[in-house]
């Protein structure tokens, strides 16, 4: 059983930045998909930013060119330095994994789709982040 342990989120002010990072207990497959998500309570959870095994990106027209997602292999941690933070990017931020275990296996185009929990395999219990104005 993967275990995926969120950490970095906190309260900044507009225009500040933030790193959240992602630690996975495991990487069993080569081939995957993960990303991070956000949620604000009653609205949907939307995707943020993916990245898959064969080093593609894809990330949400709000946050592209503000975002980076990385993956560092050696150490099984996934971040996400987020730049030029604004108010509305005060959500819980919460990372995933796909292996294909109960589909086939997705691009990172296709993971930033993802709304349902039920669309990944595994999940962190996500980390808040705050913006003030």
């Known amino acids: 059983l993967v275990r995926l342990v969120e950490s970095g989120g906190g309260s900044v002010q507009a225009g500040g930045s933030l790193r959240l990072s992602c630690e996975s207990s495991e990487f069993p497959y080569t081939a995957y998909v993960m990303g991070w998500f956000r949620q604000l309570p009653g609205k949907q959870r939307e995707g943020v930013a993916t990245?898959?095994?064969?080093?593609?990106?894809s990330y949400s027209n709000s946050v592209k060119g503000r975002f980076t997602i990385s993956l560092d292999n050696n150490r099984n941690i996934l971040y996400l330095q987020m730049n030029s933070l604004n108010p509305e990017d005060t959500a819980m931020y919460y990372c995933a994994v796909d292996f294909g275990e109960r589909r086939r296996g997705m691009t990172a185009f296709e993971a930033l789709g993802v709304t349902q929990v039920r669309g990944m395999d595994y999940w962190g219990e996500g980390t808040l982040v705050t913006i003030s104005s």
């Open positions: 990245i898959d095994s064969e080093g593609g990106t």
